[in-house]
C-alpha cells in the first residue's frame, strides 16, 4: 500500500502521515526500490490518531494509546491510556476556566461600552464619557423640549421623533372581562395564577421584549409606534414601584412572551423590585384576545397595561405612550380611583 493509498482509507492527508512518521507513531516497511510499503494495521493506527486528534488530544500524546492498541488491539485498554484521558480532560477544563474568564471580562466591557454616554462638560473633540455602566434611565426622556441625544442609541434612553401608537380599538373589549384561570411563571420562582389575584388591584403591563445593552436595537425596531421603550418602562415602574402600592396596587408584575431566564437577566439589572411572569405560549392572548404584533416572524405583545381585581380587569391603558412616563400614568389613574 502506497502512501497515497493509506491517508485515502484513513481519511487524512499524505502530509499527515509524513507528519505522524516523523514522530515515529507509524513505521512502514521499506520495498528494495525504497518506497514506502503500508499495511492494513498502519490504516487502523492513523484513523486512531485522526480521532484521537479530534477529541482533543494532540498527535505527540498518542503514543500510550498506540502501544496499548499493538498490545492488546484496542487503544484504551491499558492504564495509561485512562491516564491521558484524565489528563486531556484536566486539560481542557483549565482552557474552559481560562476561556469564561477572558469571556465575562470582555462581556463586561462590551456592556460598559454600550451603556456609555458623552460628558456635557467635555467638548465635542475630546468625546470623554460618563463610565457609568448603568446610566439613569431618566436623565433623557421622550417629550423633553430639549433632550441630549446620547452617544450611542442604547435602551436606557428613549430617542427623540418616536413615531405615536394610535389607539385601534383593539382593548375596548376589556374592562369587565374575566380573567382566566390560568398561571404563569415568575422570576420570583413560582407560578402566579392570575385568576387568584384576589379582590386587591394588581398592575399587569405587558410589552414586547426587552433588550440588552451589549446588544444593538434591531433595525427597523424605532419605526414601529410603541415598540421601543421597554427598559425604560420597566424603570419607570421601579422608580414609582413604592408610590403605586401606596396608591392602592397590591402588587405590580411585568409580562412579555419572552422566557423566565431572560427576564431575569433584566430583573437583575435593573434592580427591579417586582417579578415579571412569562407567557411564551401567548395563552393570555388568546384568552382575552390581546393585541400582538409580528416583527420578523416572532409574535410579539403590543403595549398594553391591565388593573386586575377580583378576577376581572377594571382598567386597561391602551395605547401605551411615551413608555418612560407610563407609570405615572397608572399611578394618576390610582389616585384619582381610590378603591
Same mark, same amino acid.
Given at each position: 500500500?502506497?502512501i497515497g493509498d493509506l491517508a485515502r482509507d484513513?481519511?487524512?492527508?499524505?502530509?499527515?502521515?509524513?507528519?505522524?512518521?516523523?514522530?515515529?507513531?507509524?513505521?512502514?516497511?521499506?520495498?528494495?526500490?525504497?518506497?514506502?510499503?503500508?499495511?492494513?494495521?498502519?490504516?487502523?493506527?492513523?484513523?486512531?490518531?485522526?480521532?484521537?486528534?479530534?477529541?482533543?488530544?494532540?498527535?505527540?500524546?498518542?503514543?500510550?494509546?498506540?502501544?496499548?492498541?499493538?498490545?492488546?488491539?484496542?487503544?484504551?485498554?491499558?492504564?495509561?491510556?485512562?491516564?491521558?484521558?484524565?489528563?486531556?480532560?484536566?486539560?481542557?477544563?483549565?482552557?474552559?476556566?481560562?476561556?469564561?474568564?477572558?469571556?465575562?471580562?470582555?462581556?463586561?466591557?462590551?456592556?460598559?461600552?454600550?451603556?456609555?454616554?458623552?460628558?456635557?462638560?467635555?467638548?465635542?473633540?475630546?468625546?470623554?464619557?460618563?463610565?457609568?455602566?448603568?446610566?439613569?434611565?431618566?436623565?433623557?426622556t421622550a417629550g423633553d423640549p430639549n433632550p441630549q441625544?446620547?452617544?450611542?442609541?442604547?435602551?436606557?434612553?428613549?430617542?427623540?421623533?418616536?413615531?405615536?401608537?394610535?389607539?385601534?380599538?383593539?382593548?375596548?373589549?376589556?374592562?369587565?372581562?374575566? /380573567?382566566?384561570? +390560568?398561571? &404563569? *411563571?415568575?422570576?420570583?420562582?413560582? @407560578?402566579?395564577?392570575?385568576?387568584?389575584? %384576589?379582590?386587591?388591584?394588581?398592575?399587569?403591563?405587558?410589552?414586547?421584549?426587552?433588550?440588552?445593552?451589549?446588544?444593538?436595537?434591531?433595525?427597523?425596531?424605532?419605526?414601529?409606534?410603541?415598540?421601543?421603550?421597554?427598559?425604560?418602562?420597566?424603570?419607570?415602574?421601579?422608580?414609582?414601584?413604592?408610590?403605586?402600592?401606596?396608591?392602592?396596587?397590591?402588587?405590580?408584575?411585568?409580562?412579555?412572551?419572552?422566557?423566565?431566564?431572560?427576564?431575569?437577566?433584566? /430583573?437583575?439589572? +435593573?434592580? &427591579? *423590585?417586582?417579578?415579571?411572569?412569562? @407567557?411564551?405560549?401567548?395563552?393570555?392572548? %388568546?384568552?382575552?384576545?390581546?393585541?400582538?404584533?409580528?416583527?420578523?416572524?416572532?409574535?410579539?405583545?403590543?403595549?398594553?397595561?391591565?388593573?386586575?381585581?377580583?378576577?376581572?380587569?377594571?382598567?386597561?391603558?391602551?395605547?401605551?405612550?411615551?413608555?418612560?412616563?407610563?407609570?405615572?400614568?397608572?399611578?394618576?389613574?390610582?389616585?384619582?380611583?381610590?378603591?
Amino acid at each position: 500500500m502506497r502512501i497515497g493509498d493509506l491517508a485515502r482509507d484513513a481519511g487524512v492527508t499524505p502530509k499527515a502521515v509524513r507528519y505522524y512518521e516523523s514522530l515515529g507513531l507509524v513505521v512502514p516497511e521499506r520495498l528494495e526500490n525504497g518506497y514506502r510499503d503500508y499495511s492494513g494495521q498502519d490504516v487502523r493506527v492513523v484513523c486512531e490518531i485522526r480521532r484521537l486528534i479530534e477529541l482533543g488530544i494532540p498527535a505527540v500524546r498518542t503514543r500510550p494509546f498506540l502501544d496499548c492498541l499493538a498490545d492488546h488491539g484496542a487503544i484504551d485498554d491499558c492504564p495509561s491510556s485512562l491516564a491521558e484521558y484524565r489528563d486531556a480532560i484536566g486539560d481542557l477544563e483549565r482552557r474552559i476556566r481560562e476561556l469564561t474568564v477572558r469571556r465575562d471580562a470582555l462581556a463586561r466591557r462590551l456592556k460598559q461600552a454600550a451603556c456609555r454616554r458623552p460628558d456635557p462638560a467635555a467638548s465635542e473633540d475630546s468625546k470623554v464619557s460618563d463610565p457609568d455602566p448603568n446610566p439613569d434611565p431618566h436623565r433623557e426622556t421622550a417629550g423633553d423640549p430639549n433632550p441630549q441625544e446620547p452617544f450611542v442609541d442604547n435602551y436606557y434612553t428613549l430617542p427623540s421623533g418616536l413615531p405615536v401608537p394610535q389607539d385601534d380599538g383593539a382593548a375596548d373589549h376589556l374592562p369587565g372581562m374575566p /380573567v382566566p384561570e +390560568l398561571a &404563569l *411563571p415568575s422570576t420570583a420562582n413560582e @407560578d402566579i395564577g392570575l385568576a387568584a389575584l %384576589g379582590k386587591d388591584r394588581t398592575i399587569l403591563y405587558l410589552y414586547p421584549l426587552t433588550g440588552r445593552p451589549e446588544e444593538d436595537i434591531p433595525e427597523g425596531w424605532n419605526s414601529i409606534p410603541g415598540a421601543r421603550g421597554c427598559t425604560t418602562e420597566a424603570c419607570d415602574f421601579r422608580d414609582h414601584y413604592e408610590e403605586l402600592l401606596e396608591a392602592g396596587a397590591a402588587r405590580v408584575f411585568g409580562l412579555s412572551s419572552q422566557d423566565t431566564a431572560y427576564q431575569q437577566e433584566v /430583573v437583575d439589572r +435593573l434592580r &427591579l *423590585p417586582f417579578a415579571m411572569l412569562s @407567557d411564551t405560549a401567548f395563552r393570555l392572548a %388568546g384568552a382575552l384576545s390581546l393585541p400582538t404584533f409580528d416583527f420578523r416572524g416572532e409574535a410579539l405583545y403590543k403595549r398594553i397595561t391591565l388593573v386586575v381585581r377580583d378576577g376581572a380587569v377594571e382598567h386597561a391603558f391602551y395605547p401605551v405612550f411615551p413608555p418612560d412616563r407610563h407609570a405615572g400614568q397608572v399611578l394618576a389613574w390610582l389616585k384619582e380611583n381610590p378603591l
